[in-house]
Nanobody, 124 residues
């Protein structure tokens, strides 16, 4: 079974930065648009960002626009989420997943091969 693996989470102060990575085992990421989602305690999972197969189409949640940047390096079979100017409300478990529709959107029902998630905590 294909699976994605997230890494790069941790504790960061408000205003700080983190870079998350999403890597694949057993399949090539370049066949899929890849999305980043997050879920905070007591809240529903929400789509944070998504990048199309070749990076021509990108989606961002309004609250992260201008602060987060998604990118992909298909030669390394990895998708990244650079998070800058982080806020306490960015605290959540972050997941990556592969689109099952060949399109980018924010609906988690259209994604599969979910990773196990990586915890991101923004706190002073």
């Amino acid at each position: 079974q294909v699976q994605l693996v997230e890494s790069g989470g941790g504790l960061v102060q408000p205003g700080g930065s983190l870079r998350l990575s999403c890597a694949a085992s057993r399949f090539s990421l370049d066949y899929y648009p890849i999305g980043w989602f997050r879920q905070a305690p007591g809240k529903e999972r929400e789509g944070v960002s998504c990048i199309s197969r070749y990076g021509r189409s990108i989606y961002y949640l309004d609250s992260v626009k201008g602060r987060f940047t998604i990118s992909r390096d298909n030669t390394k079979n990895t998708v990244y989420l650079q998070m800058n100017s982080m806020k306490p409300e960015d605290t959540a478990v972050y997941y990556c997943a592969a689109s099952t529709t060949n399109f980018c959107d924010s609906d988690s029902r259209n994604f599969g091969s979910w990773g196990q998630g990586t915890q991101v905590t923004v706190s002073s």
